[in-house]
Structure formats: C-alpha cells, structure tokens
C-alpha cells in the first residue's frame, strides 16, 4: 500500500501556526503527516491547546505509517530563543528559514510526496538582516527553479498570478511577451501533470481598467498581452481567453468550466478569491519539481496563544495537497 508522506512547516513560531498543527493532529487522515518544527513548540501549542500530543522523531529510512490522531511525526529543529505567542523576535528568524530549507532538500531528494506550509512573518525575518520575499521565492530559489508561479485555489476558482509580490509602480514594467510566455506555459504544464487536466482553459484578465478601452486607458493590452495570447493559443494545446477587464472576469457565466484565472498583479485576482473562499483556500506553487502548498492566511499574531485558531484552511490545504499528489501519480 502506498501511504504518501507529507511534511508541514509549522511557520513563524510565534504565531498560530504551531497551535493549527497541533489541532489538525487530532483528526484522522490516511497519509504520513510529518512535521519540521521544534518539538518544544509543538507541545507548548499543545499545552495552549489542552490537547494531547506524542511526537516520534522521523527516519527517512523507516516505512511510510498512515497518521494516528494526537501524534505526530517531527523533524526536531531547535529554536533560538524561547517562544511567547503573539510576540515576535528576530532571534528565531534562522529557525524558521531552516524549517523551509529541510522541507525543500527533502522534496529534492524524494524523501516526501508534498511541501505543505504554515503561516511565515515576513517582516521578522528580513529585520533579523535575513533577505526574504516569501515562501514561493524561497522555493523557487533553493530547487534551481528558473520560474514559479503562484496559484490559490478554493472551491470553484483558481487563480494565478503573473506578478505575486511586486510593488505596483513596478507591475506594468514586468508585463512582458517573455514573462506572460514563461507563466502560461508553467500553469498549462502543471494543471495537466498535478491537475490531471488534459486540455488547460486559461481566462486572462488585462492590466488596465476595461482592458485597455481600446488604447485610451492603456497599451498594455494591444502590445503585448493579446499577442502574446495570439501566439500561445496556436502553441499550446490549450484555451486561452482574454485579455478580459479584470472587473467583470470574475462574473460566474465567465469562469464557469475555466480552470484558472490568470490576473496580472497579486491585488488584482485575490481579493475575489479570498471573498470567495477565505478560510478555505489553499496557495500552491506552481513550476517546482515537488508540490508544495500552504494556507491561505497569515500568523495571526493577534490571536496567538488564545486557542482559538481555526484549522478550516490547514484542513482544506492538507485534503487539496492529498489530490495533488494523487492526481499527480496517475498514470
């Protein structure tokens, strides 16, 4: 029986990340769940938590074991400085780059079926002197990855971004045939070999209000977003419409049967989403030779330590993460 074996990063150790772990180990689940984190951390979540919890430390070379509620797998990694929830501090920064670092070597090496990510700080680790944009550049960059692209996805909708975390003075500079190329071609690739989706409908939306209005509110579209669509339409074995303003792509006669909604900019496509699906939406990385997915929210510092995180978007990451690799291994 193949039990595929997933590895969680527990994220920012002051935040809800660690207290979200330890919740979702409660519950049932057919395949390995493995988590890279300071076992201390985990059972002063735990404590928070009033939950039970046995951790057994992780060999690569032991036999893959479906997930016993209340336990949990761990690749121990030691803090710098002790943990207070909802209290960052910069000491701990190392820790949690560590936490990624492993989780992307053992993707590499095969040694797990999927990446799945708690909630990092941004903030903390590049005020620790760290240089770190987020997690999909992390990845991209520690696998040798020449281009990622970010998807998130709920029930009824996925969007992807050909931008992610870009200031917007910068966006329309870094639309280009090249880059619009680069993406389409990655979200065309991976939604056959990780969606099982034989022929990929792509509906792309435009920079400009309107689209453009026929040059009068931008070129953008004219120079280089339709034909570039042009030229993939007949290079790729795929449906690609657009470029579609972005205010009216999201009406549900549009994406109804479309696999993904490419938007331009991160605040373009994801506040539809998050309205959509917050709480129940799952990140993915696109164009990495592993999977990896995340939740969809972030460290909740304001909440940490109170016990009342909820779970809904870790649960929705971990069952989408299990259908990727599922999908991912059919023949």
């Not at 903030?123 to 987020?134: A, R, T, Y």
């Not at 999909?136 to 029930?155: G, P, Y």
């Not at 990896?292 to 940490?304: E, F, K, P, Q």
């Amino acid at each position: 029986m193949d039990i595929p074996r997933i590895l969680i990063t527990a994220g920012e150790p002051a935040g809800i990340g660690p207290e979200i772990i330890v919740k979702m180990a409660q519950k049932t689940c057919s395949d390995q769940l493995i988590v890279c984190a300071s076992p201390q951390l985990l059972h002063q979540a735990a404590e928070v938590a009033g939950l039970p919890l046995t951790l057994n430390e992780f060999s690569v070379g032991s036999s893959p074991e479906p997930h016993k509620p209340s336990h949990l797998w761990v690749i121990p990694q030691e803090l710098t400085s002790e943990v207070n929830f909802g209290e960052l501090d910069v000491d701990n920064a190392a820790y949690v780059l560590k936490t990624l670092k492993t989780a992307n070597d053992m993707a590499l090496h095969g040694d797990i079926d999927a990446i799945l990510t708690g909630p990092v700080h941004k903030g903390i680790i590049n005020d620790s002197g760290l240089k770190f944009s987020g997690h999909t550049e992390f990845f991209a960059e520690h696998s040798n990855s020449k281009k990622v692209v970010m998807m998130l996805a709920t029930d009824g909708l996925r969007v992807t971004l050909a931008t992610t975390h870009l200031p917007l003075r910068h966006v329309a500079d870094a639309i280009t045939p090249q880059l619009l190329e680069e993406v389409i071609t990655i979200i065309d690739t991976e939604l056959r070999q990780k969606f099982a989706i034989t022929h990929p409908k792509i509906l792309v939306c435009g920079l400009n209000p309107h689209a453009g209005e026929n040059d009068h509110l931008g070129t953008e579209e004219s120079r280089i977003i339709t034909p570039t669509l042009k030229t993939l339409s007949h290079k790729l074995d795929a449906t690609i419409i657009g470029p579609i303003p972005a205010d009216t792509a999201f009406q549900p006669n549009k994406i109804k049967d479309v696999d993904t909604v490419l938007a331009m900019y991160h605040d373009q496509g994801l506040p539809t989403l998050k309205y959509k699906g917050f709480g129940k939406a799952v990140n993915v990385t696109l164009g990495l030779p592993y999977i990896r997915t995340s939740v969809d929210h972030g460290t909740g510092l304001d909440i940490a330590g109170k016990n009342i995180a909820d779970i809904g978007s870790m649960q929705y990451a971990l069952q989408f993460t299990q259908d990727l690799i599922r999908r991912s291994k059919q023949p």
